[in-house]
């Protein structure tokens, strides 16, 4: 079956400019995450919905990143006067949920968001 | 707070030459460690899985050692490839973190044919 989708592949930005970030996990997953990752970095962990609940969002950096899966499938990362310390890659990742702990996490190619 | 660190940062070596990448973690209270390769512009692949009770885990020419004690972990890649080439992120999810990953900053490899 598919993996885990995410669109657009590439984002410029003004700063000031509201975007969309948009994942698709694999289908029927019911965990799904959202990280940023930095160039040169790994990824760091911004927010987790199982799912349509956000059940852990300690990782959004500022209340310019909101991020939500209103029917527990597709989920939007959304991000307010994009500043250019936002730039980076935005990976979603997805894995079946209670039960398959200890199963690796699926992660999608990303987007990576550039803000000029 | 957990703190992973990957040594070397970069890793360049010639084709078929065995080779171990380095990952240590500060707080050993962890549910598991994970591998993943990462090639350019691409998102992760998982590698290799190792659970808090296992001492290591293998996949091919992949094998994997956890010490928790001491909070190390090694990726060890035998018969290297030039294909082999892409950066390798060490991760652990602690234990109660509802699978929320801490990654290293990664080892860029570099098979030279």
């Known amino acids: 079956g598919a993996g885990v989708s995410q669109s657009p592949r590439y984002k410029v930005a003004k700063r000031g400019q509201d975007v969309a970030l948009r994942c698709d996990p694999i289908?029927?997953?019911?965990?799904l995450f959202w990280y940023q990752q930095a160039l040169g970095q790994g990824p760091e962990f911004l927010t987790y919905?199982?799912?349509?609940?956000?059940?852990?969002k300690s990782g959004l950096p500022s209340d310019r990143f909101f991020a939500e899966r209103p029917e527990g499938s597709v989920s939007t990362l959304k991000i307010q006067r994009t500043q250019q310390e936002d730039s980076a890659v935005y990976l979603c990742?997805?894995?079946?949920?209670?039960?398959?702990?200890?199963?690796?996490?699926?992660f999608g190619n990303g987007t990576r968001l550039t803000v000029t | 707070k957990q703190e992973v660190t990957q040594i070397p940062a970069a890793l360049s070596v010639p084709e078929g030459e065995n080779l171990v990448l380095n990952c240590s973690f500060t707080?050993?209270?962890?549910?598991?460690l994970q591998w993943f390769r990462q090639d350019p512009g691409k998102g992760l692949t998982s590698l290799l899985l190792?659970?808090?009770?296992?001492r290591e885990q293998t996949s091919g020419r992949l094998n994997a050692s956890l010490d928790k004690s001491s909070g190390r972990s090694t990726l060890y890649i035998a018969a290297s490839q030039p294909g082999d080439s892409a950066t390798y992120l060490c991760?652990?999810?602690?234990?109660?973190?509802?699978?929320?990953?801490?990654f290293g900053s990664g080892t860029q490899l570099t098979v030279l044919p």
């Open positions: 990742a997805s894995f079946p949920g209670q039960g398959f702990y200890n199963s690796p996490l699926h």
């Open positions: 289908s029927g997953h019911v965990s």
């Open positions: 919905f199982q799912n349509e609940a956000q059940l852990d």
């Open positions: 707080d050993s209270a962890i549910y598991n």
């Open positions: 190792i659970q808090s009770s296992q």
């Open positions: 991760a652990v999810e602690a234990s109660g973190s509802a699978r929320q990953l801490t």
